[in-house]
């Protein structure tokens, strides 16, 4: 199994509306498992945590995205201006034993 943290630093004031955009934007992501916020550590982050059986069925994910259903072009379009929201991010990928 592979476990995939996208983790977003975001600008003052934004974690708590990206967690909240990314939830209701993602719903009936299959792939998603929990989206986060920090409560210790580095300020102002939001972490989305997805789940694959493995790397192959990670790397599927990214090819629907390349020709989006419906559903998926609604929520793409809820998630237009998320840019706006944080100042870096980044991937982390595990596998889990």
């Known amino acids: 199994m592979i476990i995939v943290h ?3 630093v975001c600008k003052p004031g934004n974690a708590s509306k990206l ?11 299959k792939d998603l498992v929990n ?11 939001v972490i ?3 789940q694959f059986e493995n790397l192959t069925a ?5 090819k629907a995205y390349m020709n989006p259903t419906p559903e998926m072009k609604a929520a793409m379009a809820k998630m237009e201006n998320y840019h706006e929201m944080y100042q870096t ?8 034993w």
């Open 48 to 50: 989305m945590v997805s």
């Open 58 to 62: 990670y790397e599927e994910s990214w």
């Open 6 to 8: 996208g983790i977003f």
């Open 19 to 29: 967690a909240k955009l990314f939830k209701e934007s993602m719903v009936g992501n």
């Open 35 to 45: 989206i986060m916020t920090d409560m210790t550590g580095d300020y102002n982050r």
């Open 89 to 96: 991010g980044r991937r982390e990928i595990y596998k889990v």
